[in-house]
C-alpha cells in the first residue's frame, strides 16, 4: 500500500486538503440550512474552480478528463471529499453518477457514450440508479417485479421503484428490469436499460423523506414509477441478462468509494470531537477532555478509523490487481466494518457535543440521519457477515 503514497499522489492529496477546507467548508452551513435545489448555481460556479485547478474528475481516465488514478489511490482521494457532505460531488465522482459513468464506459455503445457519457462525465447532467423495489427486500437483488417487455423495435418498462436516489434533476436513469422470467438462473433474468428523463410513463411520485427530511435536487431519494415507459432497445446495456452481472462489477469498487467516504467523515467527526473535548469547560478550568469515559472514546475512534482505513487500501489495491471478483469477500468485510465504525464514531461524537451535538450548528446530527443507511445500502450488514463468514467455513470442511 505505501507504494501508493508517492511524492506525486502526496501533492495531489495536499491540493484537495486545501480546496475542501478554504473553498468547501464555508459552504456547508447553507448546505445544512437551505434545500440543495437553491445552491446549483454557487456550487456550479465551484465545480469551474475545480476545473480550472486540474482536480476534475480523479476517477476518471485521462482520456476521459479525469486524472486517471488507479482505485485505491482514487480510495485517499475519496476520503479527503468525504469529510465534507459537498465533497464528491464538486469533483463529480459522487455516488450514483460515478457508477452509471463506470457502467457507460465499460458496456456503453459508442452512441451510448456520445449522448450519456460525455456530458456525465463533464458534469454538464447528472443521473440515477433505479434498482431497489418497495415491494421486494434489497437483501434479495433478484427478486424484482419491473419488467421490460420487447414491442417491436423498443422496450416496454413496467415497475415500481424507490431510493432511485438523485432523480430530481437527473438527465436519464439506469434502471434494473427482468427481460427473461424464464431464465435458468436468477442473475440471467434482469438487464439495465438506460430510460432518459423527461420520457412519458417515467414518473416521480415524490422525493421520500429520510430521518424527516425531503431533500431536493442531487441530494434526495426518488419514488418512481414505470408506466408503459417505452424506450428503444438500442438503450439496452450490455447484453440481455447480463444486468446483475454489470451491478456486481458496479458493486465492488463502489464499495470502496463508500467506505472511504466514511473514513473521511469519521476524520471530521473526530476532529470536531476532539477540539470540543479540548475546549468545553465542564466548570470553572475543568475540561470535557480531562474526563476518562471521553479520552476512551477518542483513543478507541483513533484506533478503529486507522485499523478501517488499512482494511480498505488493502482491500483497493487488491482489486487493482486481481479484480473484484476474486476479493469479494474482503469488499463484504470492508462494508461492514467500515459502516459499523461510521456509526460508532458519529455516535460517540454527539455525545460529547451534548445537545449541541443534536443541533445543525455542526455536521454531525446530518450525518447522523443520512449515513444510518451506511448498514443498509449496497447490502446489509448481515448479508455481508454471512458471505464473510461463509467462506471463513469453508476452509474447515463445511459445505
Not at 186 to 212: C, D, E, H, W
Request: aromatic letters at 8%; charged letters at 25%.
Amino acid at each position: 500500500m505505501s507504494d501508493h503514497h508517492n511524492e506525486k499522489l502526496l501533492g495531489l492529496l495536499d491540493r484537495i486538503k486545501e480546496f475542501v477546507r478554504n473553498e468547501v467548508y464555508p459552504l456547508e452551513a447553507d448546505f445544512l440550512r437551505r434545500p440543495f435545489r437553491e445552491l446549483t448555481s454557487t456550487l456550479a460556479a465551484k465545480r469551474e474552480q475545480v476545473k480550472a485547478k486540474g482536480l476534475w474528475a480523479p476517477h476518471l481516465p485521462t482520456e476521459h478528463g479525469g486524472l486517471g488514478l488507479a482505485l485505491s489511490e482514487f480510495a485517499l482521494v475519496s476520503e479527503e471529499l468525504g469529510r465534507t457532505p459537498i465533497g464528491h460531488y464538486l469533483f463529480n465522482c459522487q455516488a450514483p453518477d460515478i457508477g452509471n459513468m463506470e457502467i457507460l464506459m465499460d458496456h456503453g455503445t459508442d452512441e451510448q457514450k456520445a449522448t450519456y457519457f460525455v456530458p456525465l462525465a463533464r458534469g454538464e447532467v447528472r443521473s440515477c440508479f433505479s434498482m431497489t423495489e418497495p415491494e421486494h427486500p434489497g437483501s434479495n437483488p433478484t427478486w424484482m417485479s419491473t419488467t421490460a417487455v420487447k414491442d417491436g423495435s423498443d422496450y416496454v418498462i413496467n415497475g415500481h421503484k424507490w431510493f432511485t436516489s438523485s432523480a430530481e434533476g437527473a438527465s436519464f436513469a439506469i434502471v434494473m428490469a427482468i427481460t427473461d422470467s424464464d431464465a435458468a438462473s436468477p442473475y440471467k433474468r434482469a438487464s439495465q436499460i438506460i430510460v432518459p428523463i423527461p420520457t412519458t410513463g417515467f414518473t416521480l411520485v415524490r422525493n421520500i423523506s429520510v430521518m424527516g427530511e425531503e431533500g431536493s435536487d442531487y441530494a434526495s431519494h426518488a419514488e418512481v414509477r414505470y408506466e408503459n415507459c417505452r424506450v428503444p432497445q438500442t438503450n439496452l446495456l450490455g447484453k440481455e441478462g447480463e444486468g446483475f452481472a454489470i451491478a456486481q462489477k458496479r458493486l465492488g469498487p463502489g464499495r470502496i468509494h463508500h467506505c472511504m467516504r466514511w473514513i473521511g467523515i469519521c476524520e471530521r467527526a473526530f476532529d470536531l470531537m476532539c477540539s470540543y473535548a479540548a475546549k468545553r469547560e465542564l466548570s470553572p478550568g475543568v475540561l470535557l477532555g480531562s474526563r476518562q469515559n471521553v479520552q476512551e472514546w477518542i483513543a478507541e475512534s483513533r484506533a478503529e478509523i486507522n485499523a478501517a482505513r488499512l482494511l480498505v487500501l488493502q482491500t483497493a489495491c487488491a482489486i487493482d490487481r486481481q479484480g473484484a471478483a476474486s476479493v469479494r469477500e474482503d469488499i463484504s468485510l470492508i462494508k461492514f466494518f467500515a459502516a459499523g465504525i461510521l456509526q460508532k464514531v458519529l455516535d460517540r461524537a454527539i455525545q460529547v457535543h451534548g445537545a449541541l451535538g443534536l443541533t445543525d450548528a455542526t455536521l454531525l446530527s446530518y450525518w447522523y440521519r443520512h449515513e444510518r443507511a451506511a448498514r443498509i445500502y449496497d447490502g446489509p450488514d448481515e448479508v455481508h457477515k454471512t458471505v464473510v463468514a461463509r467462506g471463513v467455513l469453508r476452509k474447515y470442511g463445511l459445505k
